[in-house]
């Protein structure tokens, strides 16, 4: 417990020297990827839109498979069971120093793991595992991005962005392997086919 405490304080103490140095030029951007994950709306509306066109389709339909399998994890079961309060709470800590320097950013609820992070990791992985082409490992810059900026704003330690990024991905995983499941009955699989989605 002790050395992830030490390093979730080294990576905060690392994104706390980034905001000295150039947050009134990054700080703008960082609010932004991460109020695009707040509910997952942003990826959520990305992945129904794929879901208009067939040769996405399987992408947006795994991702909203994930996301949806992922939210109940973190939310409902990890984050009541683990308990874990926010980096901030802590008022005499270096957590709540650096989260006062970020801004304030509020957050509640529990801090592990990430939901901003384990959506953006499933939506990334969903894109990466079902999409051609050999660009769309850049997919992970997404929940790297969308991590960073949970600990920039002291809102997540760094053990539950981590955390996050496994759970986002093993839900992808889950997620193809019931879209595939779902494939072997034949009007799914003939709709998942089709031209239109209507």
């Known amino acids: 417990?002790?050395?992830?405490?030490?390093?979730?304080?080294?990576?905060?103490?690392?994104?706390?020297?980034?905001?000295?140095?150039i947050g009134r030029v990054l700080s703008p951007l960082c609010k932004v990827i991460t109020f695009s994950g707040d509910g997952g709306i942003t990826?959520?509306?990305?992945?129904?839109?794929?879901?208009?066109?067939?040769?996405t389709r399987q992408a947006g339909l795994v991702s909203l498979l994930a996301m949806a399998i992922g939210t109940v994890i973190a939310n409902a079961i990890v984050k009541p069971l683990v308990g874990r309060k926010r980096p901030f709470r802590t008022t005499i800590s270096?957590?709540?120093?650096?989260?006062?320097?970020?801004g304030v950013l509020p957050a509640g609820g529990y801090s592990f793991p990430s939901g901003h992070t384990t959506a953006a990791m499933s939506f990334a992985a969903a894109l990466f595992l079902c999409l051609p082409g050999g660009w769309v490992w850049l997919a992970f810059l997404?929940?790297?991005?969308?991590?960073?900026?949970?600990?920039?704003?002291?809102?997540?330690y760094a053990t539950d962005v981590l955390a996050g990024m496994v759970l986002g991905l093993l839900c992808t995983l889950l997620g193809l392997f019931i879209?595939?499941?779902?494939?072997?009955?034949?009007?799914f699989a003939d709709w998942a086919n089709s031209a239109s989605i209507v």
Do not use: C, E
Request: charged share 15%.
């Open 142 to 156: 997404i929940p790297i991005a969308m991590g960073f900026t949970r600990i920039y704003f002291g809102v997540h």
């Open 179 to 187: 879209f595939h499941r779902l494939l072997l009955w034949d009007a």
């Open 43 to 55: 990826f959520i509306g990305i992945s129904l839109l794929l879901v208009f066109f067939r040769t």
């Open 94 to 102: 270096l957590f709540y120093k650096f989260w006062v320097d970020a």
């Open 1 to 21: 417990m002790a050395k992830m405490l030490s390093f979730d304080l080294s990576v905060a103490r690392f994104a706390n020297r980034i905001k000295q140095s």
